[in-house]
């Protein structure tokens, strides 16, 4: 039972362009979600997140929206870069628990 | 600060046999969670560990088991090795389950 689901495996996108990465839950109980980035042979980092108690959370390229009543989340990079090139992990969690679930990931590719 | 550091990098197992990987967290964070990344499948939660004590447990096999040390410190075995067993186990910490989580770089294990 997938709560988390990111339907993209892959998304291009040119230099300089807006790219939105789509995440779906179906647990109504989470109320924190994160973005995390990730390059080969490397472990993910986390990007940004938000608390469900906002619907926009902004630092620099990166904007995060959430739509609570859609169980849905997006990431917007604008504008993007190639070195934006990665894996793009959804998560999301109840702060009163233990675990964090992730989706499966969303590979971006940057064209310079 | 040191980050997370997971040893071995790599590693190469034949079916049956058993593994044992380790993670040390960053200074002062005391939660410690295991995951298991395999292509399509994201990051599956594997446990989560606090001040030597597993707070929680993903849906893996009993194969799967680890334990925190006193110094936060952490392992997590895998035995009877599977084919399927192959994947990159990512260790991640914080100082606590409600902060971001940092990973480490991840040990690639292939069980052939």
């Known amino acids: 039972d997938q709560q988390v689901k990111q339907n993209s495996p892959s998304l291009s996108v040119q230099e300089g362009r807006i790219s939105i990465l789509n995440c779906d839950y179906t647990?109504?109980?989470?109320?924190?979600f994160l973005w995390y980035k990730k390059y080969p042979a490397e472990g993910p980092t986390f990007l940004i997140s938000?608390?469900?108690?906002?619907d926009k959370n902004e630092d620099g390229r990166f904007t995060v929206f959430l739509n609570k009543s859609a169980k849905h989340l997006s990431l917007h990079i604008v504008p993007s870069q190639p070195g934006d090139s990665a894996v793009y992990f959804c998560a999301a969690k109840n702060t009163g628990g233990f675990k964090t679930i992730f989706g499966a990931g969303t590979r971006l590719f940057v064209k310079a | 600060k040191a980050g997370v550091t997971q040893t071995p990098r790599y590693l190469i197992k034949t079916r049956g046999q058993q593994v044992t990987l380790s993670c040390s967290p960053i200074?002062?964070?005391?939660?410690v969670s295991w995951y298991q990344q395999t292509p399509g499948q994201g990051l599956q939660f594997l446990f989560e560990?606090?001040?030597?004590?597993?707070?929680n447990k993903g849906n893996f096999p009993g194969r799967f088991s680890g334990r925190q040390f006193s110094n936060s410190r952490s392992e997590m075995n895998v035995s009877t090795l599977e084919l399927g067993d192959s994947a990159l186990y990512l260790c991640?910490?914080?100082?606590?389950?409600?902060?971001?989580?940092?990973f480490g770089p991840g040990t690639r294990l292939t069980v052939l």
């Open positions: 200074s002062g964070h005391r939660s």
């Open positions: 560990y606090f001040s030597e004590t597993q707070r």
């Open positions: 991640a910490s914080n100082r606590e389950i409600t902060d971001t989580q940092y």
């Open positions: 938000i608390s469900s108690i906002k």
């Open positions: 647990n109504s109980m989470f109320d924190y």
